[in-house]
């Protein structure tokens, strides 16, 4: 089995944000995610799932170092003064690169 070097990046934010970073995804150039709804505490208080436009989501996404440093860099500049969400990346290895 072979394994190449990609970036997870984690993105937890509030749920009105979902429609403007999908669209963020695709601009930086990521092939795909994954979305779900979340609930938890900080900063911001605690966030519950039970009013689903009130809720938290966390998006992943596996992208290439280029495209998380892209990502991030946005995210910072575009969304965190607008939107309450944390963001960070993770180092991983993945099978079948051609994916991502």
Do not use: W
């Amino acid at each position: 089995m072979s394994t190449h070097p990609a970036k997870l990046v984690t993105i937890i934010c509030e749920a009105l944000a979902r429609e403007p970073l999908q669209k963020l995804l695709t601009e930086v150039g990521a092939h795909g995610y994954t979305l779900f709804t979340v609930e938890g505490q900080g900063n911001q208080g605690r966030r519950t799932a039970d009013i689903q436009e009130f809720a938290n989501i966390q998006v992943e996404v596996i992208v290439p170092q280029a495209v998380a440093t892209v990502l991030l860099e946005r995210l910072e500049k575009e969304f965190f003064a607008t939107f309450a969400m944390v963001a960070y990346e993770t180092d991983i290895r993945v099978v079948r690169a051609q994916k991502f």
